[in-house]
C-alpha cells in the first residue's frame, strides 16, 4: 500500500522521536564526525538531544580528502559543537597490513578510527561512541561495520531504522546544508584492492578530485588504475564531462598529476564499485563480516 506525503511524514517525524530519546537517553556522546550527510545529522541531532553532553571526533589522515577536513570543522562550529569538537591524528597508513590494501581495509580504518575515538570518550566521562550508518549501508560489503561493532561502537540511525533517504529528508527538514550534499568515502576506496595505498597516490587522487570539483562536478571518483584514472560521474553528466572544452581541461588536469591516460566509465558513478571485481565467495565473506 502506497502511503501518501502525510503519512510518510508521520513516519518519519516518528523516527526522529525515537533517535532524539534514544540519544538522549545516553546521557552523553561522542559521534565520529566526517561531516558527511549521515554523521552531521546524527551531530545535529544529538546536539538537540544532549546540549554540552554531545561532543564530535574528527579523526584526520591521509586517506581523508583535504576539503573534507576543513568543512567538518566548519560543519561542527555551524551545529554549535565546535568546542566539544576533537580532531584527532590517524594514522591508517600505520596500520599493519592496511597499505596493501586487503579486502577487509575498512575493518582496519573501523579499527584504528575507534581507538582513536576511545580514549577521547573516556575522558569525557565514558560517553558511547556512536557512528553515523544508516540501514542501507549493512547491505553494502562493509567490514568495518562488524569491526566497529566488536569494539562498543553503537549505530543509532540503524536502531531508528533510517534509510539514506530518511536521513536526506530529516536534514532537509531540519535545514542542515548536508541533506543534498554527494556521497563521501575515504580516498582509500579510490584503489582496487591488492594495489598499494601510498600518501603520494592519495594526494594525487585528491588533487584531481578537487579539481573536477572546481569544473562543476559535484559527485566525483577518480579510481587509481597506476597510469590510468577511471573517472566517474553521474550518468546524466557523462555528455557534459566529454564536452569540447571540458574534455581537454580534465585530461590536461590528469596527465600534470602524473596519470598517462584518463578514462571515462561509461557506467557511471556507483558507490563502491571496486567491489564489483571480487568473486561472488569472496563478497559472502565480507558481507558476513558486516
Known amino acids: 500500500m502506497n502511503m501518501d506525503r502525510t503519512d510518510t511524514e508521520a513516519v518519519l517525524d516518528g523516527k526522529l522521536a525515537f533517535l532524539e530519546s534514544q540519544l538522549a537517553g545516553y546521557g552523553r556522546v561522542l559521534v565520529t564526525f566526517s561531516g558527511g550527510v549521515d554523521s552531521a545529522f546524527l551531530l545535529a541531532v544529538a546536539a538537540r538531544a544532549l546540549g554540552d553532553q554531545c561532543h564530535a571526533v574528527t579523526a584526520v589522515s591521509q586517506t581523508m580528502a583535504r576539503s573534507e577536513v576543513a568543512d567538518a570543522i566548519a560543519l561542527a562550529k555551524e551545529l554549535g559543537v565546535g568546542a566539544r569538537h576533537h580532531v584527532a591524528e590517524s594514522n591508517e597508513l600505520d596500520v599493519p597490513g592496511f597499505a596493501d590494501n586487503p579486502t577487509h581495509r575498512c575493518a582496519l580504518c573501523k579499527t584504528e578510527l575507534m581507538d582513536v575515538a576511545r580514549p577521547i570518550a573516556e575522558r569525557i566521562g565514558g560517553a558511547p561512541i556512536a557512528l553515523g550508518t544508516n540501514l542501507d549501508d549493512l547491505g553494502d560489503v562493509r567490514p568495518g561495520i562488524a569491526a566497529a561493532k566488536d569494539r562498543g561502537a553503537r549505530m543509532p540511525l540503524v536502531d531508528a531504522q533510517m534509510t539514506k533517504s530518511d536521513v536526506r529528508a ?17 580516498l582509500s576506496s579510490r584503489f582496487p584492492y591488492g594495489t598499494q595505498i601510498t600518501p603520494d597516490r592519495l594526494r594525487r587522487v585528491d588533487a584531481f578530485e578537487d579539481g573536477l570539483r572546481e569544473i562543476g562536478f559535484r559527485q566525483v571518483r577518480v579510481r587509481f588504475h597506476d597510469t590510468i584514472a577511471r573517472l566517474e560521474v553521474p550518468t546524466e553528466e557523462l555528455s557534459s564531462i566529454a564536452a569540447p572544452g571540458v574534455r581537454e581541461r580534465v585530461v590536461a588536469l590528469g596527465k600534470r598529476l602524473g596519470f598517462a591516460y584518463v578514462a571515462l566509465d561509461l557506467a557511471g558513478f556507483r558507490s563502491g564499485s571496486l567491489n564489483e571485481v571480487l568473486p561472488a565467495e569472496t563478497l559472502v565473506q565480507l558481507r558476513g563480516r558486516s
Do not use: E, I, N, Y
Open 170 to 186: 530529516l536534514s532537509r527538514q531540519l535545514g542542515l546544508r548536508t541533506w543534498d550534499k554527494p556521497q563521501l568515502a575515504c
